[in-house]
């Protein structure tokens, strides 16, 4: 037995007209001067001719009216410059069927020469309708989804707009609340003051205790105004948060606050960076020293110890000091707004600042929480992330 | 020749605030003579010597101005604007004396020219303790302009 030879037996005409009329394509043979020579099986289907009523038809019966009559001078275009070619590059091209309807198509064109000299033209044409609807109905999609991005920005500008109106409000609001509610307690607590000094001591020690009580009270309704919008102004909306030096924040909170200097104040630095912002880690660790100084009885010295301690991503920032301690039963309620452990006390304050500091806390991500403390003090801790 | 001592010119719509003013000026021991208007449009009337204000016997020329911002007709700022745009008064000394310490009220206040921006004290203490400053530092130590 021996191989094929690959130059062997060609296939017989019956065999080549077989593959032709077996073609997944239409193909359509004319000669030079456009008369339909050869159809094959999909070229009836396409067109929905009988090959009987093509054979020696003009191919211009396949073109659509409107391009008809340009189309000889196309066709003696291609017979005088022959070249295998696709007909129509960048136009939408359609046939025209039996029955007038049109087909969209892309055609193919390949010039044959036969043995006896003849030119031939072999139009190769692809239905391409499937494809035609696919992209008119991409294209809808597109649209759809531009028209659907276009709603999606207006409503998200109309929100955006919503919220800076109540931003800008809520500004406002604390404007007025900082200038018009304050004026009477200024006023109160003036008069109040400038009233004990004229009397003086022509009264007797009641009448001047209730003036005193008078002006502090509007002193201290003062004060609970003025800390009320801090607290409302602890990071409003998003904090952009980044790793912060937190050895930075301490130097910035001692070189700034009067008064830090008079007492002892332990950094065991480096306390290294953790993840929050400068302004609101600021807030968080100048309330707490506020807090540690001024809870420490007269007689002794306010010392406080910094630390941080890092462990699985978290960094601790660790605030203790040496003052009266808190019940670890008022754990949860110490960090709510004006919540005093013991109003009639000597401590002054309104009760504001661990409130902002878990306010601030919470913006950066972090939890703050009283941490059991052997002998006399507190010892806040701090929890953050270490790295963003 | 006899030149009548220079005024501290203040503007305050509130009274309280006013009087209480007057109050910690007295205690504060200011010399100089006090006048008291209620808006930004009288600090320009006063200047301007119109009306009423043009016996400087009684309404003198001020060498030093305290102004509040949140005033009705015209503002502090409107007052202080006026007061750089003058030939005449440019060079006043002008010092801001607001309830309000607001970023964007400071860094206008600064930008218009004022010479500081003060909040207004809470305490009839602190009050007085900022009368006796400006008496000090503008009225003694800081030299007006000729």
């Given amino acids: 037995?021996?191989?094929?030879?690959?130059?062997?037996?060609?296939?017989?005409?019956?065999?080549?007209?077989?593959?032709?009329?077996?073609?997944?394509?239409?193909?359509?043979?004319?000669?030079?001067?456009?008369?339909?020579?050869?159809?094959?099986?999909?070229?009836?289907?396409?067109?929905?001719?009988?090959?009987?009523?093509?054979?020696?038809?003009?191919?211009?019966?396949?073109?659509?009216?409107?391009?008809?009559?340009?189309?000889?001078?196309?066709?003696?275009?291609?017979?005088?410059a022959p070249s295998a070619r696709p007909m129509g590059v960048g136009r939408d091209l359609f046939g025209t069927r039996k029955d007038g309807t049109e087909v969209p198509v892309e055609i193919g064109l390949n010039p044959i020469r036969t043995e006896r000299g003849q030119m031939l033209v072999a139009a190769i044409i692809?239905?391409?309708?499937?494809?035609k609807k696919t992209e008119n109905e991409l294209s809808l999609i597109r649209e759809e989804l531009a028209r659907r991005a276009a709603d999606l920005e207006a409503i998200v500008a109309k929100r955006t707009a919503h919220l800076e109106r109540a931003v800008a409000e809520l500004e406002a609001f604390s404007y007025t609340a900082s200038h018009d509610l304050r004026a009477p307690l200024r006023a109160i607590q003036g008069y109040a003051h400038f009233l004990l000094k004229r009397i003086g001591g022509r009264h007797d020690a009641e009448s001047r205790l209730q003036l005193e009580r008078m002006g502090v009270s509007a002193s201290r309704m003062d004060r609970l105004v003025q800390d009320l919008l801090a607290y409302s102004r602890v990071g409003r909306?998003?904090?952009?948060?980044?790793?912060?030096?937190?050895?930075?924040?301490?130097?910035?909170?001692?070189?700034?606050?009067?008064?830090?200097?008079?007492?002892q104040l332990q950094v065991r630095s480096p306390l290294g960076p953790a993840v929050g912002?400068?302004?609101?880690?600021?807030?968080?660790?100048?309330?707490?020293?506020?807090?540690?100084?001024?809870?420490?009885?007269?007689?002794?010295?306010?010392?406080?110890?910094?630390?941080?301690?890092?462990?699985?991503?978290?960094?601790?920032?660790?605030?203790?000091?040496?003052?009266?301690?808190?019940?670890?039963?008022?754990?949860?309620?110490?960090?709510?707004?004006?919540?005093?452990?013991?109003?009639?006390?000597?401590?002054?304050?309104?009760?504001?600042?661990?409130?902002?500091?878990?306010?601030?806390?919470?913006?950066?991500?972090?939890?703050?929480?009283?941490?059991?403390?052997?002998?006399?003090?507190?010892?806040?801790?701090?929890?953050?992330?270490?790295?963003? | 020749m006899f030149s009548p001592a220079k005024a501290v010119l203040f503007a305050d719509d509130d009274i309280n605030d006013r009087y209480l003013m007057l109050e910690a000026c007295k205690d504060a021991g200011i010399r100089h003579p006090l006048v008291m208007v209620e808006d930004g449009e009288e600090v320009i009337h006063y200047l301007n010597g119109a009306g009423k204000y043009g016996d400087r016997a009684l309404y003198p020329i001020p060498c030093l101005a305290v102004?509040?911002?949140?005033?009705?007709?015209?503002?502090?700022?409107?007052?202080?604007?006026?007061?750089?745009?003058?030939?005449?008064?440019?060079?006043?000394?002008?010092?801001?004396?607001?309830?309000?310490?607001?970023?964007?009220?400071?860094?206008?206040?600064?930008?218009?020219?004022?010479?500081?921006?003060?909040?207004?004290?809470?305490?009839?203490?602190?009050?007085?303790?900022?009368?006796?400053?400006?008496?000090?530092?503008?009225?003694?130590?800081?030299?007006?302009?000729?």
């Fill in chain 1, 1 to 80: 037995m021996s191989a094929p030879d690959p130059a062997g037996p060609e296939p017989s005409p019956a065999t080549f007209r077989l593959l032709v009329e077996s073609a997944a394509n239409a193909i359509v043979i004319a000669d030079e001067n456009g008369r339909i020579i050869f159809v094959n099986l999909q070229a009836e289907k396409l067109f929905g001719y009988d090959r009987g009523e093509l054979l020696g038809k003009s191919v211009d019966v396949l073109v659509p009216a409107q391009f008809r009559s340009k189309h000889p001078a196309y066709r003696q275009g291609f017979i005088a």
């Fill in chain 1, 126 to 131: 692809v239905d391409i309708t499937a494809r």
């Fill in chain 1, 237 to 263: 909306g998003e904090a952009d948060l980044e790793r912060v030096d937190l050895d930075s924040v301490v130097a910035h909170i001692t070189s700034h606050y009067p008064g830090l200097d008079k007492i």
């Fill in chain 1, 277 to 388: 912002q400068f302004s609101l880690l600021i807030q968080t660790l100048s309330n707490l020293i506020a807090n540690a100084v001024k809870f420490v009885p007269k007689e002794r010295t306010p010392s406080i110890d910094i630390w941080t301690e890092r462990e699985r991503g978290r960094v601790t920032v660790f605030v203790k000091d040496n003052g009266i301690g808190i019940d670890p039963a008022y754990q949860e309620k110490i960090f709510n707004p004006f919540v005093r452990l013991d109003p009639a006390g000597p401590y002054e304050g309104t009760g504001i600042g661990l409130a902002i500091v878990k306010k601030a806390v919470a913006q950066m991500g972090g939890r703050v929480r009283l941490e059991p403390t052997a002998g006399q003090g507190t010892t806040f801790a701090v929890e953050l992330q270490d790295e963003a």
């Fill in chain 2, 67 to 146: 102004l509040d911002l949140s005033m009705p007709r015209k503002s502090g700022f409107d007052a202080l604007r006026w007061i750089r745009e003058s030939p005449q008064w440019r060079s006043l000394r002008v010092v801001i004396l607001s309830a309000s310490a607001q970023p964007r009220d400071v860094a206008l206040a600064y930008e218009l020219g004022a010479c500081a921006y003060i909040m207004k004290p809470s305490t009839a203490e602190e009050l007085i303790a900022l009368a006796a400053a400006i008496n000090s530092f503008w009225l003694r130590f800081a030299e007006s302009p000729p």
